[in-house]
Every structure is written in structure tokens, then in C-alpha cells.
């Protein structure tokens, strides 16, 4: 339930053109009636057909001092994509790489990348596969066939969007 959470809102985040770039657990909250809210959009770009919306910045979900560019890597280390982690262009697949990671976590207990500098997380995110034995046995195979297409290095591989992730944990 609170994966399928996550994906809706991720979903609707992703059909107004918004790419969060920093989903991690800590922001994902959920209510003592076990609804799930994902926060914190503070480092979000718009992306798509809301981009060029009006030009008001009283419209869009993040006023940053100068902006972003290429070439700077905004994110939490251990959740970031390959592609946000090296500084390359990202989109809504940089938050289903996020998602895996959040998913991976909740499972095994632990993070699908870590170490012990942030220099050490990037190069395992850009090089290494997360130990997927260290999921419990009794994971269902979806979920693990999941996790693989989330966590796919090659975003032309990985899922195009969270409605795909939804959907596959509802089937």
C-alpha cells in the first residue's frame, strides 16, 4: 500500500510536468490513517508542458537562487540516479530510480547503495548492482522483477513512469 502510495503521487507529480529529484525516505510521510504523503518538493523542476507555463516564478513549485544548470548535481547521494549523479539531464525516470531505491530500503532493511563518503555512494550508484540477495526471501517476484526495472542503470531501460510502477503493484 504505501509503495502503490508513493507511485500514485509520484504520478500525479509527473502528469503536471514536476520531477521531485529528491525522493528519499524522509520525505515520505505517512498518516496515522496510513496514508501516504510525499514532501518536500524544494529542490522539483518543472519539466514538460508546464515549463513554459507563464514565466512567473510566483507559478512555479521552485525558486532557486540562480536557477539549476547542467553540470550541478542537486539530490540526496544515496537516492540519486546514475544519470543525476554524473550531472547529466534528467527527467521523471531519475524519481522511479528514487523510488526503487526507497522500495529496495523498505525491504531489505537497508540502502541499495552506501559508504562511507557521499564520493563512495556515487561510484557504487554509477558502477555496482544493489545486492539483491539481501531481500527477504518471501519477496514476492514482481517485487523483485520491480525493483530491477527501477534500479535499471540505462534510463532507456528503466520504467518511463510511476503510472507503470503503480500499475504493476495493483496487478
Not at 47 to 57: E, I, K, L, V, W
Not at 81 to 98: F, M, N, Y
Request: net charge neutral.
Amino acid at each position: 500500500s504505501i509503495a502503490r502510495q508513493i507511485a500514485e503521487a509520484l504520478e500525479v507529480a509527473h502528469d503536471n510536468g514536476i520531477v521531485h529529484r529528491d525522493l528519499k525516505p524522509a520525505n515520505v510521510k505517512v498518516t496515522d490513517d496510513l496514508r501516504v504523503k510525499v514532501l518536500d518538493f524544494g529542490l522539483a523542476k518543472v519539466d514538460g508542458p508546464q515549463s513554459a507555463a507563464t514565466g512567473d516564478p510566483a507559478h512555479s513549485p521552485t525558486v532557486t537562487s540562480g536557477g539549476t544548470r547542467a553540470g550541478v548535481i542537486l539530490g540526496t547521494a544515496p537516492y540519486m540516479s546514475p544519470e543525476q549523479a554524473r550531472a547529466k539531464p534528467i527527467d521523471k525516470r531519475t524519481d522511479i530510480w528514487a523510488l526503487g531505491c526507497v522500495l529496495y530500503e523498505c525491504l531489505a532493511g537497508r540502502r541499495a547503495f552506501d559508504g562511507d563518503s557521499t564520493t563512495d555512494v556515487l561510484a557504487q550508484i554509477v558502477t555496482r548492482q544493489p545486492d539483491f540477495d539481501a531481500l527477504p526471501r518471501t519477496t514476492p517476484g514482481f517485487l523483485v522483477r520491480l525493483l530491477h526495472r527501477c534500479l535499471e542503470k540505462d534510463p532507456r531501460r528503466r520504467l518511463r513512469d510511476a503510472g507503470e510502477v503503480r500499475v504493476a503493484i495493483e496487478a
